[in-house]
Every structure is written in structure tokens, then in C-alpha cells.
């Protein structure tokens, strides 16, 4: 199945939270701005709140996204306290692209199982 810009955007939002869960809620939008991205935390409302330049491409506001989200897992760490792309902040980072690089989209990059034709129960 072929998908769409827009499909790929909130099918990569809905793998973030599914997959590395904040542990505050958190407010996506895509908005014009000058920067790619930015992400902040509201200690009032416990609410992570994360921008993204909607005008970039997809690739560029995904690798954003990842990069924003990114900050906010990490975003109580002790030395994300003092540094903003602190170790546990490129920890974070990595984990999250590497997963996302290996999900692609849910497309199966090797087959495990190749059934037989017109087979469409498995035992497994
Ligand atoms: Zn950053």
C-alpha cells in the first residue's frame, strides 16, 4: 500500500506514542515558524508541547520530530539539566531513529515467512 505525505506524518506520530510514551502528555502541532522545530515543557500543566515547521519536507519535519521527541524523553534527565543535547538526550536519540528506521511504516523489511500460495492460516 502506497501511502501519503500526510499518512506517513501521522502514522510516524502514532508509532512515537505508542512506542517511546512521554511521561507527560504532549501537544504536536505544525505550525510556520522560522526554526525546523522546537520542544518545550509546561511545569504548571505537566504538558510537553512540540512545533514543527510545516513547511519543510517530510523527511526533514520527521528527522525534527524524532529530534524534539527526543528532548522531551529526556527531558528530566540529571545532565539535560545543564546541557541541551545532553548524553541522555543522543541515547534517547539514537533509540528512537534507529527503531524508527527498521519500522518503516510497518513494511516488513526481510520476510521470516514466506507462506505457501493461497496459504492464509498460520499454527504460529
Ligand atoms: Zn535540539
Known amino acids: 500500500m502506497r501511502l501519503t505525505v500526510e499518512q506517513k ?3 510516524t506520530l502514532r508509532w512515537l506514542r505508542r512506542n517511546f510514551p512521554l511521561p507527560s502528555p504532549v501537544d504536536v502541532r505544525s505550525i510556520e515558524m522560522k526554526d525546523h522545530g522546537e520542544a518545550s515543557y509546561d511545569s504548571g500543566r505537566k504538558l510537553f ?3 514543527i515547521n510545516k513547511k519543510k519536507s517530510l523527511s526533514s519535519r ?3 520530530v524524532i529530534h524534539e521527541w527526543a528532548h522531551a524523553l ?3 534527565g540529571s545532565e539535560s539539566e545543564i546541557e541541551d543535547h545532553s548524553s541522555e538526550f543522543g541515547i534517547v536519540w539514537a ?3 534507529r527503531n524508527w528506521l527498521e519500522w518503516d511504516y510497518g ?3 526481510k520476510k ?3 507462506p505457501l500460495r493461497n496459504q492464509t492460516e498460520f499454527d504460529f
Open 62 to 64: 520527521i528527522d525534527t
Open 49 to 51: 508541547s512540540i512545533r
Open 112 to 114: 521470516i515467512f514466506i
Open 9 to 11: 506524518w501521522q502514522a
Open 95 to 97: 533509540k528512537i531513529y
Open 107 to 109: 513494511r516488513a523489511k
Open 74 to 76: 529526556s527531558w528530566f
